[in-house]
T-cell receptor, first 114, second 116 residues
Framework: AQSVTQLDSQVPVFEEAPVELRCNYSSSVSVYLFWYVQYPNQGLQLLLKYLSGSTLVESINGFEAEFNKSQTSFHLRKPSVHISDTAEYFC????????????FGKGTRLHILP | DSGVTQTPKHLITATGQRVTLRCSPR?????VYWYQQSLDQGLQFLIQ???????AKGNILERFSAQQFPDLHSELNLSSLELGDSALYFCASSVENRPSYNSPLHFGNGTRLTVT
């Protein structure tokens, strides 16, 4: 069965500094990968997804994630964070041969420091 | 606004009681998923329905049950509540029965359940 590990439960970073949120997965088959974001007091929203093709995927608000098959990773990065990026970020995986459910990591809380 | 509506927003009840959480999916979405979010377990998949039929089951306790009605709204029933059931319960919906196939999950804002 697939699983997702987000190594950091919290990541503090200064405003305008770069950030990387780490995500590793395990699966015996090929996967789809996702990052969801949860702003305070809201539900989760899809940030970006990797289904196939280019291993680098981007979101509209400056985040990007790179699928690395050999390292089974899908780390999320942003070159310069803003206070509005304060949220919890969830990595998720779905196996391509039975993608009727998505498994989420435990989440990483991003704290932006002024 | 995701278009997914969950009621109530907050629920406080005592141990041993039973509660029902309700979810209305986004218009046009046929799949409904239930997740439990707690500090120690993170976001746990409970169960999925597609067009009224149970489609997938995750870490759902026997004390919990769910159903999806003909109008596609769904209810999650939690019975014999324990302190450890206190959590945020999310409903999500998607168009297809396979959320990853060009059909992302749309989440509601959740129901916060507190068991005292």
């Amino acid at each position: 069965a697939q699983s997702v590990t987000q190594l950091d439960s919290q990541v503090p970073v200064f405003e305008e500094a770069p950030v990387e949120l780490r995500c590793n997965y395990s699966s015996s088959v090929s996967v789809y990968l996702f990052w969801y974001v949860q702003y305070p007091n809201q539900g989760l929203q899809l940030l970006l997804k990797y289904l196939s093709g280019s291993t680098l995927v981007e979101s509209i608000n400056g985040f990007e994630a790179e699928f690395n098959k050999s390292q089974t990773s899908f780390h999320l990065r942003k070159p310069s964070v803003h206070i509005s990026d304060t949220a919890e970020y969830f990595c998720a995986v779905s196996e391509t041969n039975r993608d009727d459910k998505i498994i989420f990591g435990k989440g990483t809380r991003l704290h932006i420091l002024p | 606004d995701s278009g997914v509506t969950q009621t109530p927003k907050h629920l406080i009840t005592a141990t041993g009681q039973r509660v029902t959480l309700r979810c209305s999916p986004r218009s046009g979405d046929l799949s409904v998923y239930w997740y439990q979010q707690s500090l120690d377990q993170g976001l746990q998949f409970l169960i999925q329905y597609y067009n009224g039929e149970e489609r997938a089951k995750g870490n759902i306790l026997e004390r919990f049950s769910a159903q999806q009605f003909p109008d596609l709204h769904s209810e999650l029933n939690l019975s014999s509540l324990e302190l450890g059931d206190s959590a945020l319960y999310f409903c999500a919906s998607s168009v297809e029965n396979r959320p990853s196939y060009n059909s992302p999950l749309h989440f509601g804002n959740g129901t916060r359940l507190t068991v005292t």
